[in-house]
């Protein structure tokens, strides 16, 4: 429900609180390490009460670290999400072009078979378009793949395919195993 404008705004947004995140972690280890390095004689009195100290820091550095991990992936995953949709709205248009590129050809060759025929193949094309859509986005809040990737390669492996099918039609070649039947004069 968002525009392009307040989602970029909200990506740099994750990404300032993701660097806040950062500088967080950063200053945690070194204190840490700065209180580790002190002198012997800051830490405690005696080897057992520095011991017991140390063990207690290091729980907490792990505990801080943890945090932070946690806020860090939560900023990139929030950071994807927005980035799938500001591309989601440009290529979900786009495709229409694909289809034209996929649907000419294909309606071309088996125009003559019957409207079952025609929507059949057209309803698969449209289900696999959108599993390949689906599964992107999935893959992309995920951080699996990039998030313009995912949602552009629909459009790029069916626009691939809706070029050569129209290269077979113009060359008057067979298209996926169909042969374009001519007219009799």
């Given at each position: 429900?968002?525009?392009i404008?307040?989602?970029?705004?909200?990506?740099?947004?994750?990404?300032?609180?993701?660097?806040?995140a950062?500088?967080?972690?950063?200053?945690?280890v070194?204190?840490?390490?700065?209180?580790?390095?002190?002198?012997?004689?800051?830490?405690?009195?005696?080897?057992?009460?520095?011991?017991?100290?140390?063990?207690?820091?290091?729980?907490?550095?792990?505990r801080?670290?943890?945090?932070?991990?946690?806020?860090?992936?939560?900023?990139?995953?929030?950071?994807?999400?927005?980035q799938?949709?500001?591309?989601?709205?440009?290529?979900?248009?786009?495709?229409?072009?694909?289809?034209?590129?996929?649907g000419?050809?294909?309606?071309?060759?088996?125009?003559?078979?019957?409207?079952?025929?025609?929507?059949?193949?057209?309803?698969?094309?449209?289900?696999?378009?959108?599993?390949?859509l689906?599964?992107?986005?999935?893959?992309?809040?995920?951080?699996?793949?990039?998030?313009?990737?995912s949602?552009?390669a629909?459009?790029?492996?069916?626009g691939?395919?809706?070029?050569?099918?129209?290269?077979?039609?113009?060359?008057?070649?067979?298209?996926?195993?169909?042969?374009?039947?001519k007219?009799a004069?």
């Open positions: 429900e968002m525009n404008t307040d989602m970029y705004q909200a990506v740099q947004e994750q990404r300032r609180d993701q660097e806040r950062r500088h967080r972690m950063d200053s945690t070194q204190t840490f390490i700065a209180t580790v390095t002190a002198p012997q004689e800051t830490l405690a009195d005696t080897a057992t009460r520095a011991d017991t100290a140390f063990k207690e820091q290091a729980r907490q550095l792990r801080n670290l943890e945090k932070q991990k946690r806020s860090i992936a939560k900023h990139t995953q929030r950071i994807n999400e927005f799938v949709e500001i591309h989601k709205k440009f290529s979900i248009p786009f495709a229409c072009v694909v289809f034209v590129l996929v000419a050809p294909l309606g071309a060759a088996i125009r003559q078979r019957g409207a079952a025929v025609s929507m059949g193949v057209s309803l698969i094309f449209f289900l696999v378009y959108w599993m390949f689906i599964g992107g986005e999935q893959l992309a809040d995920r951080g699996y793949i990039f998030p313009a990737l949602m552009w629909p459009n790029l492996i069916f691939l395919l809706g070029m050569h099918l129209i290269r077979a039609t113009s060359l008057d070649r067979p298209l996926l195993g169909i042969r374009h039947r007219r004069s």
